[in-house]
């Protein structure tokens, strides 16, 4: 019913910027939260950048003052600018968001697919 689609993955080399995108699907009556996690190999899946459900957004600590998430309510689409990247911000990047579909009352959490995000040294 719902679906979230990622884009803009790649390889780039450590300092240059990448742009990450995320379209929402479906059958969509309200998007609550919307962001941006991330899962590196060895450890756990972790955020780096959301909008809450009030639109005020968060940042992991190490995304702050390098990253900027953006959203347009209007296309359901979240974008994620990465600047000054790290081989630190090598990792599978996921769209994530807690969405009302249409005919319910509750929001439920969904995924997208992940994009892989490579940055060399």
Request: positive net charge.
């Amino acid at each position: 019913q719902v679906q979230l689609v990622e884009s803009g993955g790649g390889l780039v080399q450590a300092g240059g910027s990448l742009r990450l995108s995320c379209a929402a699907s479906g059958s969509i009556f309200r998007i609550d939260a919307m962001g941006w996690y991330r899962h590196a190999p060895g450890k756990q899946r972790e955020l780096v950048a959301t909008f809450t459900s009030v639109g005020r957004t968060n940042y992991a600590d190490s995304a702050k003052g390098r990253f900027t998430i953006s959203r347009d309510n209007a296309k359901n689409t979240v974008d994620l600018q990465m600047n000054s990247v790290k081989p630190e911000d090598t990792a599978v990047y996921y769209c994530n968001a807690r969405i009302i579909v249409s005919g319910s009352v509750y929001a439920t959490e969904h995924w997208g697919q992940g994009t892989q995000v490579t940055v060399s040294s």
